[in-house]
């Protein structure tokens, strides 16, 4: 086992209600859980998302944090938030990385698994 180690699993939805497909907008929400299964306590600072529409129109984001928070994991501890995002077309994905501080000063990056972002029973 790694010291230094987070899993990042994420789920998706549709936010329909909220969408305005005539006008090319598309609202999603993900569920993400970071849990802590390193050996080292550590607390992420900031966050890197990279998201691609179904146009290849890529934006990337970044700033401190989760949803206004920082958390501080023990081994074994986990963090759940939802966030959201709109996009101009129905499918996409997103991917990127958290960074992270062990308690011990080691810096290290989560890597954020690339997930996609699609209106129900339009994939294969």
């Not at 970071?34 to 179904?54: C, E, P, Y």
């Not at 709109?86 to 810096?107: H, I, K, L, N």
Request: hydrophobic share 35%; glycine share 8%; with cysteine.
């Amino acid at each position: 086992m790694a010291s230094y180690e987070f899993t990042v699993s994420v789920t998706t939805q549709y936010l329909e209600e909220q969408s305005d497909p005539d006008h090319s907008h598309y609202v999603f929400a993900y569920a993400i859980t970071i849990k802590n299964t390193g050996l080292v306590a550590a607390q992420l600072i900031s966050r890197h998302w990279v998201i691609t529409d179904a146009n290849n129109h890529v934006e990337e984001v970044r700033g401190l944090g989760v949803v206004g928070n920082q958390p501080l994991l023990q081994p074994g501890e986990q963090y759940e938030y939802t966030s959201g995002m709109s996009m101009a077309t129905p499918q996409g994905s997103m991917t990127g990385e958290y960074f992270c501080v062990a308690e011990d000063g080691e810096q290290f990056a989560a890597k954020i698994p690339e997930f996609v972002l699609s209106l129900p029973r339009t994939l294969h």
